[in-house]
């Protein structure tokens, strides 16, 4: 597609359920990261995948949260067991390269993110 | 500790009142100082990348220049819409992810 795509919008759930978040990247971007803004602060890092390599999931705050890239597409990020605190904007990116890389380093294109809010 | 810091948290300026925003990091082997605008409601929007102290970049009224502990987004006679959120940005090294500042929250008044 023409940009990144995230679904739903926007989340409205009860503590204790668990929500999927999906993010379909800009097709041949081989790099896909979510990333998770509160009220009011700056990006905070969840995970990053690149190709068929391990995913960096240095950033996942608990183990209620995990993500899984199907195909080397399409992204789903899954928060088990919602809490109040797990409230904020999910922000899906995708590039084209290895972020990091000096040579060519690219640049993240992100979608509107999803908004999660948890009752 | 890899740490991005913007200053200030938020300003407010008259049309056509220039000024600076600034990006200080203490990320070592910097490969890269991005900025980006982030609009309410959306994503944020990349404006540049700077690599090296004394590079410089334009934009229309946007010019980021970069130190080797800072960078700063200049604004020059600025616009209503040049109102936004102003990230910076740097890769942390050996890893695939860019740590973020806390941003800039611009408002031009008209």
């Known amino acids: 597609g023409a940009g990144v795509s995230q679904s739903p919008s926007n989340k409205v759930t009860e503590k204790g359920k668990d929500v999927e978040l999906r993010c379909d990247p800009i097709?041949?971007?081989?790099?896909l990261y979510w990333y998770r803004q509160s009220l009011g602060q700056g990006l905070e890092f969840l995970i990053y995948?690149?190709?068929?390599?391990?995913?960096?999931k240095s950033g996942l705050p608990s183990d209620r949260f995990s993500a899984e890239r199907t195909g080397g597409s399409v992204s789903t990020l899954t928060i088990q067991r919602t809490q109040q605190e797990d409230s904020a904007v999910y922000l899906c990116?995708?590039?084209?390269?290895?972020?990091?890389?000096?040579?060519?380093?690219?640049?993240?294109?992100f979608g509107a993110g999803s908004r999660l809010t948890v009752l | 500790e890899d740490q991005v810091t913007q200053s200030p948290e938020a300003l407010r300026l008259q049309e056509g009142e220039s000024s600076s925003l600034n990006c200080s990091y203490t990320?070592?082997?910097?490969?890269?100082l991005f900025w980006y605008r982030q609009d309410p409601g959306k994503g944020p929007e990349f404006l540049f990348t700077?690599?090296?102290a004394g590079e410089e970049k334009e934009k229309e009224r946007l010019k980021a220049t970069l130190t080797k502990k800072e960078s700063f987004l200049h604004i020059t006679a600025p616009k209503p819409e040049d109102s936004a959120t102003y990230l910076c940005?740097?890769?942390?090294?050996?890893?695939?992810?860019?740590?973020f500042g806390q941003g800039t929250r611009l408002t031009i008044n008209p």
């Open positions: 990116a995708s590039s084209l390269a290895r972020q990091g890389t000096l040579a060519g380093a690219n640049v993240l294109t």
């Open positions: 940005a740097a890769p942390i090294q050996g890893a695939q992810k860019l740590v």
């Open positions: 097709s041949g971007h081989t790099a």
């Open positions: 990320v070592s082997g910097l490969r890269g």
């Open positions: 700077l690599y090296s």
């Open positions: 995948f690149q190709g068929n390599s391990a995913p960096d």
